[in-house]
Structure formats: structure tokens, C-alpha cells
């Protein structure tokens, strides 16, 4: 089985950098993804790691380390239309399990 | 390319009703999972299909089920409804691992 952990809530002011971690323990690991879910809306794919190490998308950023079981989500320069919910997921074979989220909320 | 479409959007039905929802995956996509989202469960996994087979399940109770067709469109059935099933059920397709997902179907039971 799978489990994910990651916070439950964080705050950031606009224009500041905020980081999301997500650890996790399974059973098989065939990849991380990131998501990001605004309310009522569904998840949207943000970044996916296989391998160790950083991959970089414009503002957000994502880190895995398989060893750890550990990945961040970096997200720089935050907007205000940020304000979201962050999703960890883990992919087996066939699967992917996500944790709960991170509540992001940004003030101006 | 068009995404993910479900339908219907939005539905309410009573306890005990049945109900079937369905998912068109993106052109191309072989691959379609479900998922059933709530507040205090989060996201969870249902099933998914491959080439119309199902090749993984969570841990859902029978009255869940759901079916591929041969053009990757897939249905979901939930029988004998409980108040406990109301929830967004978001299908996903997949060609090669990311997952893309449709708007979801709001589920009320009542």
C-alpha cells in the first residue's frame, strides 16, 4: 500500500516563494506527481519525477528523493491565482495514490 | 485535442437508486482510471481500464463497478446507493503514465 504525508495548510505573502514537502512509503514506486486543484475544479498536472534530483517548470519547481521518499514542491513568486490545493501522488504499476493535499492560501 | 469529458455533470439521486456516470478520454489514450473525491477521504482511487480490462482496483465495495468500451470510453455504475457515495467522481486518462483528468461528476445522494 501507499502512504503519503504532506501539511495540511500553508499561508505566503504574493510575490514570496513557498515549498510543499510530500513524504511517502510504498509498495513500488514507478513515478511522483504534482498537482494542483482550485475549488470545485478538477486536478490539473503540474510536474512528475522518476529520477532524483530537481526538475524545473517555470515558477514551480520539483524535487524527488527516491532513497528518502521525499519530494518538494517549490513554488516562486507567488500569485494570488496560486491560492490553491497541492496534491502529492504516487504511481505504482497501475495506479496513482494521493495524499491530501496542502491547502495554499497567498495574501496580497 | 479535446480533454477529458464526463457526464453528467451534476446528479442527485436517493439512497438505494443506481447510477451510472461516464468518461470520454482524451483521443488516443488507452488508458482511463476513476477516482472518487471527498472532503474527508481525499482523493481515492477506484479502478482502472486498460484496452477494456480492468487492471487494478482500490478498495471500494462491489456495489462499485465500472466498464470499458472498445473507442477507450469507460462507464462507472454504483448500485444500491448510500448516502456515504455522495461525492466528485473524477475519471483520468493516461497515455503514457501522467494523468489527465475531466471535470468530474457531482454526485448527491439524498
Known amino acids: 500500500g501507499q502512504n503519503i504525508d504532506q501539511p495540511t495548510e500553508m499561508t505566503a505573502t504574493e510575490g514570496a516563494i513557498v515549498q510543499i514537502n510530500c513524504t511517502y512509503q510504498t509498495s513500488g514506486f514507478n513515478g511522483l506527481f504534482w498537482y494542483q486543484q482550485h475549488a470545485g475544479e478538477a486536478p490539473t498536472f503540474l510536474s512528475y519525477?522518476?529520477?532524483?534530483g530537481l526538475e524545473e517548470k517555470g515558477r514551480f519547481s520539483s524535487f524527488l528523493s527516491r532513497s528518502k521518499g521525499y519530494s518538494y514542491l517549490l513554488l516562486k513568486e507567488l500569485q494570488m491565482k496560486d491560492s490553491a490545493s497541492y496534491l502529492c501522488a504516487v504511481r505504482d504499476d497501475y495506479k496513482l495514490s494521493f495524499g491530501a493535499g496542502t491547502t495554499v492560501t497567498v495574501r496580497a | 485535442k479535446a480533454g477529458v469529458t464526463q457526464t453528467p455533470r451534476y446528479l442527485i439521486k436517493t439512497r438505494g437508486q443506481q447510477v451510472t456516470l461516464s468518461c470520454s478520454p482524451i483521443s488516443g489514450h488507452r488508458s482511463v482510471s476513476w477516482y472518487q473525491q471527498t472532503p474527508g477521504q481525499g482523493l481515492q482511487f477506484l479502478f482502472e481500464?486498460?484496452?477494456?480490462?480492468?487492471?487494478n482496483k482500490g478498495n471500494f465495495p462491489g456495489r462499485f463497478s465500472g466498464r470499458q468500451f472498445s473507442n477507450s470510453r469507460s462507464e462507472m455504475n454504483v448500485s444500491t446507493l448510500e448516502l456515504g457515495d455522495s461525492a466528485l467522481y473524477l475519471c483520468?486518462?493516461?497515455?503514457?503514465?501522467?494523468?489527465?483528468f475531466g471535470p468530474g461528476t457531482r454526485l448527491t445522494v439524498l
Open positions: 483520468a486518462s493516461s497515455l503514457t503514465g501522467e494523468q489527465f
Open positions: 481500464y486498460f484496452s477494456e480490462t480492468q487492471r
Open positions: 519525477n522518476v529520477l532524483d
